[in-house]
Protein backbone atom coordinates (compact mmCIF):
# COMPACT_ATOMS: atom_id res chain seq x y z
CA UNK A 1 0.00 0.00 0.00
CA UNK A 2 1.72 3.56 -1.00
CA UNK A 3 1.60 6.03 1.31
CA UNK A 4 3.28 8.56 -0.71
CA UNK A 5 2.01 12.26 -0.23
CA UNK A 6 -0.37 13.90 -1.88
CA UNK A 7 0.91 16.57 -4.52
CA UNK A 8 -1.54 18.21 -6.20
CA UNK A 9 -3.98 21.00 -5.91
CA UNK A 10 -7.59 19.88 -5.54
CA UNK A 11 -9.94 22.57 -7.88
CA UNK A 12 -11.57 24.69 -5.78
CA UNK A 13 -15.93 23.92 -4.87
CA UNK A 14 -17.58 23.29 -6.39
CA UNK A 15 -15.51 21.60 -9.15
CA UNK A 16 -14.94 19.72 -6.79
CA UNK A 17 -17.29 17.93 -4.66
CA UNK A 18 -15.94 15.16 -2.43
CA UNK A 19 -19.15 13.39 -1.69
CA UNK A 20 -19.70 12.81 -5.38
CA UNK A 21 -18.17 9.55 -4.65
CA UNK A 22 -19.66 9.25 -1.94
CA UNK A 23 -23.50 9.17 -3.09
CA UNK A 24 -24.22 5.49 -3.94
CA UNK A 25 -23.27 2.12 -2.67
CA UNK A 26 -21.69 1.72 -6.08
CA UNK A 27 -19.48 4.52 -6.00
CA UNK A 28 -18.24 4.01 -2.75
CA UNK A 29 -17.22 0.43 -3.73
CA UNK A 30 -15.40 1.75 -6.22
CA UNK A 31 -13.15 4.18 -4.46
CA UNK A 32 -13.02 1.94 -1.63
CA UNK A 33 -9.11 2.11 -0.35
CA UNK A 34 -8.82 -0.61 1.66
CA UNK A 35 -10.56 -4.08 2.00
CA UNK A 36 -11.51 -6.75 4.95
CA UNK A 37 -11.31 -10.33 3.93
CA UNK A 38 -11.47 -14.10 5.05
CA UNK A 39 -8.01 -14.11 4.40
CA UNK A 40 -6.83 -11.34 6.55
CA UNK A 41 -8.14 -13.73 9.57
CA UNK A 42 -6.43 -15.95 12.43
CA UNK A 43 -8.53 -17.18 14.76
CA UNK A 44 -7.14 -17.65 18.49
CA UNK A 45 -8.66 -20.90 20.29
CA UNK A 46 -8.37 -22.31 23.42
CA UNK A 47 -7.81 -25.93 24.29
CA UNK A 48 -8.00 -28.04 27.66
CA UNK A 49 -7.74 -31.09 28.23
CA UNK A 50 -10.47 -33.65 28.43
CA UNK A 51 -13.18 -35.03 26.05
CA UNK A 52 -16.85 -32.67 24.42
CA UNK A 53 -15.84 -30.24 26.87
CA UNK A 54 -16.57 -26.41 25.77
CA UNK A 55 -15.70 -24.10 28.98
CA UNK A 56 -17.63 -20.59 29.17
CA UNK A 57 -15.02 -17.79 29.32
CA UNK A 58 -16.92 -15.41 31.65
CA UNK A 59 -14.33 -12.48 30.45
CA UNK A 60 -14.97 -13.60 27.04
CA UNK A 61 -18.93 -13.54 25.72
CA UNK A 62 -18.93 -16.76 23.55
CA UNK A 63 -15.21 -17.65 23.68
CA UNK A 64 -14.42 -21.07 24.98
CA UNK A 65 -11.63 -23.42 26.11
CA UNK A 66 -12.38 -26.65 23.66
CA UNK A 67 -10.97 -30.02 24.34
CA UNK A 68 -9.26 -31.41 21.62
CA UNK A 69 -11.99 -33.36 19.79
CA UNK A 70 -14.09 -29.83 19.46
CA UNK A 71 -11.30 -28.14 18.65
CA UNK A 72 -11.06 -30.46 15.84
CA UNK A 73 -14.78 -29.47 14.92
CA UNK A 74 -13.31 -25.62 15.28
CA UNK A 75 -10.26 -26.34 12.53
CA UNK A 76 -13.39 -28.10 9.79
CA UNK A 77 -15.19 -24.99 11.00
CA UNK A 78 -12.48 -22.52 10.12
CA UNK A 79 -11.65 -24.14 6.71
CA UNK A 80 -15.30 -23.88 5.43
CA UNK A 81 -15.11 -20.51 6.14
CA UNK A 82 -11.99 -20.05 4.34
CA UNK A 83 -10.05 -18.60 8.00
CA UNK A 84 -6.68 -19.77 6.87
CA UNK A 85 -5.28 -20.15 10.15
CA UNK A 86 -6.13 -21.00 13.49
CA UNK A 87 -3.86 -20.02 16.83
CA UNK A 88 -3.43 -22.69 19.76
CA UNK A 89 -3.16 -21.48 23.32
CA UNK A 90 -3.56 -23.84 26.03
CA UNK A 91 -5.44 -23.98 29.85
CA UNK A 92 -2.52 -26.64 31.51
CA UNK A 93 -3.33 -28.24 34.51
CA UNK A 94 -1.62 -26.35 37.35
CA UNK A 95 -0.47 -29.52 38.68
CA UNK A 96 1.90 -29.77 35.33
CA UNK A 97 3.48 -26.22 36.16
CA UNK A 98 6.75 -25.77 37.82
CA UNK A 99 9.75 -23.33 37.89
CA UNK A 100 11.50 -24.71 35.11
CA UNK A 101 8.39 -25.15 32.91
CA UNK A 102 9.61 -28.61 31.67
CA UNK A 103 6.35 -29.26 30.19
CA UNK A 104 7.04 -26.33 27.73
CA UNK A 105 8.50 -29.41 25.28
CA UNK A 106 7.16 -32.28 26.14
CA UNK A 107 6.56 -34.16 23.10
CA UNK A 108 2.86 -35.31 24.14
CA UNK A 109 1.51 -31.97 26.19
CA UNK A 110 -1.71 -30.86 25.19
CA UNK A 111 -0.69 -27.77 22.68
CA UNK A 112 1.47 -30.87 20.54
CA UNK A 113 -1.35 -33.27 21.04
CA UNK A 114 -4.01 -30.48 19.59
CA UNK A 115 -1.54 -29.69 16.62
CA UNK A 116 -1.06 -33.12 15.75
CA UNK A 117 -5.27 -33.76 15.52
CA UNK A 118 -5.43 -30.66 13.89
CA UNK A 119 -3.08 -31.35 11.36
CA UNK A 120 -4.74 -35.05 10.58
CA UNK A 121 -7.87 -33.93 10.72
CA UNK A 122 -7.86 -30.45 8.72
CA UNK A 123 -4.31 -30.82 7.11
CA UNK A 124 -4.89 -27.54 4.96
CA UNK A 125 -5.10 -25.19 7.73
CA UNK A 126 -2.26 -23.55 8.82
CA UNK A 127 -1.96 -24.06 12.52
CA UNK A 128 0.06 -21.39 14.41
CA UNK A 129 1.15 -21.99 17.90
CA UNK A 130 2.40 -19.58 20.92
CA UNK A 131 6.03 -19.85 22.39
CA UNK A 132 5.97 -18.19 25.51
CA UNK A 133 6.55 -20.27 29.21
CA UNK A 134 3.66 -18.65 30.74
CA UNK A 135 1.14 -21.58 30.40
CA UNK A 136 3.77 -23.92 32.05
CA UNK A 137 5.30 -21.98 34.64
CA UNK A 138 4.43 -21.58 38.53
CA UNK A 139 5.41 -18.04 38.47
CA UNK A 140 3.08 -17.13 35.50
CA UNK A 141 5.68 -15.21 33.67
CA UNK A 142 6.86 -15.97 29.93
CA UNK A 143 10.34 -16.51 31.14
CA UNK A 144 11.95 -18.98 33.87
CA UNK A 145 12.19 -16.68 36.89
CA UNK A 146 15.79 -16.71 39.19
CA UNK A 147 15.85 -14.80 42.61
CA UNK A 148 12.85 -12.87 41.31
CA UNK A 149 14.60 -11.99 37.48
CA UNK A 150 13.11 -13.74 35.06
CA UNK A 151 16.06 -14.48 33.25
CA UNK A 152 16.90 -14.15 29.68
CA UNK A 153 19.23 -16.39 28.35
CA UNK A 154 17.95 -19.27 30.11
CA UNK A 155 14.37 -18.79 29.23
CA UNK A 156 15.85 -18.44 25.08
CA UNK A 157 17.41 -22.37 25.93
CA UNK A 158 13.59 -23.30 26.91
CA UNK A 159 11.85 -21.48 24.50
CA UNK A 160 14.35 -23.06 21.54
CA UNK A 161 13.40 -26.98 22.76
CA UNK A 162 9.63 -25.65 23.00
CA UNK A 163 9.70 -24.29 19.65
CA UNK A 164 11.31 -27.64 18.04
CA UNK A 165 8.69 -29.92 19.67
CA UNK A 166 6.08 -27.32 18.40
CA UNK A 167 7.73 -27.88 14.94
CA UNK A 168 7.75 -31.94 14.94
CA UNK A 169 4.08 -31.94 16.00
CA UNK A 170 3.48 -30.23 12.72
CA UNK A 171 2.49 -26.41 13.31
CA UNK A 172 2.96 -24.49 10.41
CA UNK A 173 3.76 -21.04 12.29
CA UNK A 174 5.59 -20.43 15.25
CA UNK A 175 4.44 -17.24 17.40
CA UNK A 176 7.39 -16.34 20.07
CA UNK A 177 5.55 -13.88 22.02
CA UNK A 178 8.37 -13.80 25.33
CA UNK A 179 9.63 -10.86 24.58
CA UNK A 180 13.52 -12.45 25.00
CA UNK A 181 16.54 -11.23 23.48
CA UNK A 182 17.73 -13.26 20.78
CA UNK A 183 15.00 -15.64 21.19
CA UNK A 184 14.28 -15.42 16.94
CA UNK A 185 18.08 -16.22 16.21
CA UNK A 186 18.27 -19.40 18.48
CA UNK A 187 14.83 -21.13 16.92
CA UNK A 188 15.76 -20.25 13.86
CA UNK A 189 19.01 -21.31 13.47
CA UNK A 190 17.83 -24.73 15.94
CA UNK A 191 14.77 -25.27 13.27
CA UNK A 192 17.05 -25.04 9.95
CA UNK A 193 19.79 -27.83 11.91
CA UNK A 194 16.66 -30.12 12.25
CA UNK A 195 15.31 -29.87 9.33
CA UNK A 196 11.99 -27.35 9.79
CA UNK A 197 13.11 -25.04 6.81
CA UNK A 198 9.73 -24.43 5.84
CA UNK A 199 8.04 -23.70 9.77
CA UNK A 200 7.39 -19.94 9.34
CA UNK A 201 8.03 -17.52 12.34
CA UNK A 202 5.53 -15.13 13.26
CA UNK A 203 7.70 -12.63 15.83
CA UNK A 204 5.68 -10.69 18.06
CA UNK A 205 8.40 -8.37 18.35
CA UNK A 206 6.16 -5.31 19.64
CA UNK A 207 4.20 -6.64 22.47
CA UNK A 208 3.85 -3.92 25.01
CA UNK A 209 2.88 -4.36 28.73
CA UNK A 210 -0.90 -3.37 28.32
CA UNK A 211 -3.46 -4.10 30.58
CA UNK A 212 -5.85 -5.55 27.77
CA UNK A 213 -4.38 -9.29 28.15
CA UNK A 214 -6.46 -9.51 31.43
CA UNK A 215 -9.24 -11.53 30.02
CA UNK A 216 -6.22 -13.95 27.94
CA UNK A 217 -4.98 -14.52 31.64
CA UNK A 218 -8.03 -16.06 32.72
CA UNK A 219 -8.52 -17.83 29.79
CA UNK A 220 -4.89 -19.86 29.77
CA UNK A 221 -5.51 -19.91 34.08
CA UNK A 222 -2.20 -17.65 33.89
CA UNK A 223 -4.06 -14.83 36.50
CA UNK A 224 -3.52 -16.72 39.30
CA UNK A 225 -0.09 -18.11 38.86
CA UNK A 226 1.84 -14.71 38.29
CA UNK A 227 3.57 -13.02 40.99
CA UNK A 228 4.37 -9.39 39.68
CA UNK A 229 4.68 -8.14 36.28
CA UNK A 230 5.83 -8.42 33.28
CA UNK A 231 7.30 -4.41 32.42
CA UNK A 232 10.85 -6.00 32.26
CA UNK A 233 10.65 -7.80 29.13
CA UNK A 234 7.04 -6.77 27.63
CA UNK A 235 7.43 -3.08 26.00
CA UNK A 236 6.83 0.14 27.25
CA UNK A 237 3.22 1.30 26.24
CA UNK A 238 5.01 5.29 25.87
CA UNK A 239 7.55 3.61 23.49
CA UNK A 240 7.74 3.61 19.34
CA UNK A 241 10.81 3.66 18.48
CA UNK A 242 12.05 0.79 20.37
CA UNK A 243 9.65 -1.02 18.38
CA UNK A 244 11.30 -0.47 15.13
CA UNK A 245 14.40 -1.49 17.16
CA UNK A 246 12.95 -4.53 17.84
CA UNK A 247 11.46 -5.40 13.95
CA UNK A 248 14.97 -4.58 12.27
CA UNK A 249 16.43 -6.81 15.37
CA UNK A 250 13.69 -10.02 14.75
CA UNK A 251 13.89 -9.41 11.01
CA UNK A 252 18.01 -10.02 11.44
CA UNK A 253 17.62 -12.90 13.16
CA UNK A 254 15.23 -14.62 11.18
CA UNK A 255 11.74 -13.99 11.88
CA UNK A 256 9.29 -14.24 8.40
CA UNK A 257 6.70 -11.72 9.86
CA UNK A 258 6.00 -9.48 12.50
CA UNK A 259 2.94 -8.82 15.11
CA UNK A 260 1.97 -5.96 17.33
CA UNK A 261 0.37 -6.51 20.12
CA UNK A 262 -2.00 -5.43 21.46
CA UNK A 263 -4.14 -3.94 18.20
CA UNK A 264 -6.72 -1.22 18.23
CA UNK A 265 -4.55 0.65 20.88
CA UNK A 266 -0.97 0.82 18.73
CA UNK A 267 -2.48 1.21 14.78
CA UNK A 268 0.85 3.92 14.85
CA UNK A 269 3.07 1.08 15.80
CA UNK A 270 1.42 -1.08 12.71
CA UNK A 271 1.99 1.55 10.03
CA UNK A 272 5.14 2.53 11.34
CA UNK A 273 6.17 -1.26 10.84
CA UNK A 274 4.50 -0.99 7.38
CA UNK A 275 5.78 2.00 6.17
CA UNK A 276 9.49 1.16 7.25
CA UNK A 277 10.11 -2.58 6.58
CA UNK A 278 7.04 -3.34 3.96
CA UNK A 279 7.22 -6.95 5.50
CA UNK A 280 4.21 -9.01 6.11
CA UNK A 281 2.47 -6.83 9.31
CA UNK A 282 0.15 -8.38 11.39
CA UNK A 283 -1.42 -7.11 14.69
CA UNK A 284 -3.44 -9.18 17.80
CA UNK A 285 -6.80 -7.53 18.58
CA UNK A 286 -6.39 -8.93 22.26
CA UNK A 287 -8.78 -10.60 24.70
CA UNK A 288 -9.59 -6.79 26.08
CA UNK A 289 -10.39 -5.42 23.24
CA UNK A 290 -12.79 -7.98 22.63
CA UNK A 291 -13.86 -7.99 25.29
CA UNK A 292 -14.71 -4.28 25.26
CA UNK A 293 -16.72 -4.30 22.36
CA UNK A 294 -18.30 -7.45 23.13
CA UNK A 295 -19.68 -5.70 26.69
CA UNK A 296 -20.63 -2.47 24.73
CA UNK A 297 -22.73 -4.69 22.42
CA UNK A 298 -24.52 -6.85 24.71
CA UNK A 299 -25.61 -3.88 26.96
CA UNK A 300 -27.26 -2.19 23.63
CA UNK A 301 -24.58 0.98 24.24
CA UNK A 302 -22.73 -0.60 20.29
CA UNK A 303 -24.22 -2.31 17.14
CA UNK A 304 -21.73 -5.48 17.44
CA UNK A 305 -21.68 -6.23 14.13
CA UNK A 306 -20.70 -2.71 12.62
CA UNK A 307 -18.02 -1.95 15.37
CA UNK A 308 -16.37 -5.74 14.90
CA UNK A 309 -16.42 -4.76 11.28
CA UNK A 310 -14.81 -1.20 11.60
CA UNK A 311 -12.25 -2.21 14.23
CA UNK A 312 -11.06 -5.58 11.54
CA UNK A 313 -10.83 -2.40 8.87
CA UNK A 314 -8.61 -0.24 11.17
CA UNK A 315 -6.25 -2.87 10.96
CA UNK A 316 -5.87 -3.13 7.38
CA UNK A 317 -5.85 0.62 6.90
CA UNK A 318 -2.68 1.22 9.37
CA UNK A 319 -0.96 -1.47 6.65
CA UNK A 320 -1.75 -5.25 8.41
CA UNK A 321 -1.80 -7.97 6.30
CA UNK A 322 -4.13 -9.75 9.15
CA UNK A 323 -5.08 -9.83 12.44
CA UNK A 324 -5.38 -12.29 15.14
CA UNK A 325 -9.01 -12.01 16.32
CA UNK A 326 -11.51 -13.62 18.04
CA UNK A 327 -14.20 -12.05 15.80
CA UNK A 328 -12.60 -14.08 13.17
CA UNK A 329 -15.43 -16.75 12.50
CA UNK A 330 -18.20 -13.72 13.20
CA UNK A 331 -16.57 -11.87 10.65
CA UNK A 332 -15.92 -14.63 7.87
CA UNK A 333 -19.85 -15.49 8.44
CA UNK A 334 -20.71 -12.25 7.71
CA UNK A 335 -18.15 -11.02 4.53
CA UNK A 336 -19.97 -14.49 3.06
CA UNK A 337 -23.53 -13.25 3.92
CA UNK A 338 -24.38 -16.37 6.41
Not at 194 to 207: D, F, L, P, Q, R
Amino acid sequence: MSRAPHSRTLAPFPMTRLRRTRATAALRDLVRENTLSVSDLIWPVFVVDGEGREDDIPSMPGVTRKSIDRLVDAAHEAADLGIPAICLFPYTDPALKTEACEEAWNPDNLSNRAIRAIKAAVPDIAVMTDIALDPYNANGHDGIVRDGEIVNDETVAALTKMALAQAEAGADILGPSDMMDGRIGAMRHALEAEGHTNVTIMSYTAKYASAFYGPFRDAVGASGALKGDKKTYQMDPANADEAMRLVERDLSEGADMIMVKPGMPYLDICQRVKDTFGVPTYAYQVSGEYAMLMAAAQNGWLDGDTVMAESLMAFKRAGCDGILTYFAPRMARALQGR
